[in-house]
């Protein structure tokens, strides 16, 4: 009986998909699919309330990371790292940070502020990181 | 026919020197605190040039061949390195190796050293759109190599000249991939040494060098790249006319002609590692030409690599 439980469980998590969240900061609740992919492609510097973005990627290798570079910007996650790479080289800027297992929230404290963060999480959102609907235009 | 061919030959030695080793750069500067250097090898052979009313199997129409092919070898270093977050600074020097098959004639006597010296400012002035704008200034000379510049083997024509530069660049996702194109634009004023019935000699020089590479996986980009000079003014291919510049030793004539060049290529880049430098291969040949070599060919390989850290 706990195994089959466990095996609902395993597979509803396998078949959620993750989600886009941001810092309530940002003020967004939703964005575009064009605006997704100027964000996470560095393209689009700060919110609509003048507040910075600050991207955090999901960790190398989870199904995070492999939804946001093939799902929403149509990229092997390998050649988004290099293209991520190739930005921050050629604008003189830095990478995007990086959630590590212990979450995106757990991240940005350790790296000061999280305000205007964004970032793709397994679903249900990291409160107090709030879903962001993305709309299909 | 020998004296045809070696007036031929004389004329075609007049601004091959100056095609190496262009490069877009595009307009991101480097960051403070970084310091990129670039090292590159490269060899430029031509045997045909423009001439017009000549036909040539070999060479096609309007094109006459020389009797030994010139060759030029060399190494190209490149350092930049950023001054604050929008403005960087840049110099590069090559070394030059230039021979053909007659070694013993004055004229294409094998000749070794220190070609264009070049230095440069860079600035970003923001966006247009996804363009990505810079504006620079410049100076080059050819000072170290002017005792040699006269012959069909030099490696340089010892001008030096002041520019003024416009930058363009653009990254973006396209497909499944991402590009990244860059375009440079310079205005050479170079200094006058001699004046003639057309203006001041050497004639101001138009130059744009452009570059649209495609990433076909996150280790190789794979592009095309465009390079063109074109005098603004210079003297006709009058072989009387050019030899009152000189010969081969202390000469103006290959500066003072009237002429331009177009070259397309092709670059392989290997993209950084943690492991591995920036490495690129390009071959460009020449697509267009007024009193200049036909069949530039130039093959280039690169490495580049960054020391220091982001301020």
Redesign the interface.
Same mark, same amino acid.
């Given at each position: 009986m706990h195994g089959t439980l466990l095996l609902v469980i395993q597979l509803a998590a396998l078949t959620t998909e993750p989600i886009v969240v941001a810092s309530p900061s940002a003020q967004v609740q939703s964005l575009s699919r064009k605006e997704v992919?100027h964000i996470f492609?560095l393209?689009r510097k700060s919110w609509s309330n003048g507040i910075p973005v600050r991207i955090v990627l999901p960790p190398v290798g989870s199904s995070e990371d492999k939804w946001l570079s093939e799902e929403l910007?149509?990229?092997?996650p390998?050649?988004y790292?290099?293209?991520l790479?190739?930005?921050a080289?050629?604008?003189?800027?830095?990478m995007p940070l990086r959630a590590d297992k212990a979450g995106v929230i757990k991240t940005v404290k350790a790296a000061g502020s999280s305000a205007g963060v964004v970032s793709v999480v397994p679903s249900p959102a990291e409160p107090p990181l709030v879903p962001v609907k993305i709309q299909s235009k | 026919m020998t004296t045809l061919f070696r007036k031929l030959l004389t004329t075609a030695g007049a601004w091959a020197a100056a095609t190496t080793a262009m490069a877009s750069e !595009?307009p991101?500067?480097?960051?403070p605190g970084l310091h990129n250097v670039y090292a590159g090898l490269f060899y430029e052979r031509f045997q045909c040039f423009t001439l017009d009313g000549v036909s040539d199997p070999t060479c096609g129409e309007d094109a006459a061949p020389v009797p030994t092919p010139v060759q030029r070898t060399g190494v190209k270093l490149f350092y930049r390195t950023?001054l604050t977050?929008k403005l960087d600074v840049a110099a590069s020097a090559p070394l030059i190796h230039a021979f053909s098959g007659e070694a013993d004639n004055p004229d294409l006597a094998t000749t070794t050293g220190v070609g264009l010296l070049q230095a440069r400012l860079r600035r970003r002035i923001g966006s247009l759109g996804?363009l990505?704008l810079a504006a620079g200034a410049g100076v080059e000379s050819g000072f170290l190599h002017r005792n040699t510049r006269g012959r069909i083997t030099n490696i340089g024509d010892g001008v030096t000249s002041l520019q003024a530069s416009a930058y363009a660049?653009a990254? !973006?996702?396209l497909?499944?991939?991402?590009y990244?194109f860059s375009t440079d634009l310079s205005y050479s004023f170079r200094l006058p040494e001699a004046q003639s019935d057309i203006g001041r000699i050497p004639g101001d020089e138009l130059r744009f060098a452009s570059v649209m590479l495609y990433?076909i996986?996150?280790?190789f980009g794979l592009g095309v790249s465009i390079d063109g000079q074109f005098r603004m003014w210079g003297e006709p291919l009058d072989f009387a006319q050019l030899s009152s510049y000189g010969s081969a030793t202390d000469s103006l004539r290959w500066a003072a002609l009237d002429a331009s060049q177009l070259k397309l290529g092709s670059r392989l880049a290997i993209?950084p590692s943690e492991h591995r430098p920036y490495l690129q291969l390009s071959a460009h040949r020449a697509i267009w030409s007024v009193n200049n070599p036909t069949d530039t060919t130039l093959v280039e390989v690169a490495v580049g690599f960054d020391a220091g850290r982001?301020h």
């Open positions: 992919r492609t393209r910007l149509g990229l092997p390998d050649v790292r290099r293209f790479a190739e930005q080289y050629r604008r003189g800027g830095k | !595009g991101w500067t480097t960051a950023g977050s996804p990505d660049g990254t !973006g996702l497909g499944p991939r991402f990244t990433a996986s996150s280790t993209y982001r």
